[in-house]
């Protein structure tokens, strides 16, 4: 079970407790079982670097996203609002509150 308060998570029905200063996270489905099923999660952070600082909370939500340095693995895709992280500052990417950083993994297939 998670320790963490409620209103650190969004869930359908359960929404955040506001707070000028966080950043929401958005949590693809196939991720949700890491992070008690929310879609959402709220964190305050100033940066991409930050966001994952915050993300160890959910130990396996974090090893989906990073690898064992730290890094974000290669298959993941992080976007700050609409924007690929790769196409700003990398993890040094500036946040502001009320951001959103959407974890997008990659599909393949055939």
Do not use: Y
Request: proline share 8%.
């Amino acid at each position: 079970m998670d320790a963490r308060p409620a209103w650190s998570m969004m869930t359908p029905g359960k929404p955040m407790k506001p707070c000028l200063d966080t950043i929401t996270v958005h949590i693809p489905g196939p991720l949700r079982d890491c992070c008690a099923g929310a879609a959402r999660l709220a964190v305050a952070a100033s940066s991409v670097r930050g966001v994952l600082t915050e993300l160890e909370q959910w130990p396996a939500l974090h090893r989906s996203v990073c690898d064992e340095t730290g890094a974000v693995r290669r298959h993941v895709n992080l976007f700050v609002n609409t924007e690929h992280i790769r196409d700003r500052e990398g993890l040094d990417t500036a946040l502001a509150p009320g951001d959103e950083i959407i974890i997008l993994p990659a599909v393949s297939g055939g």
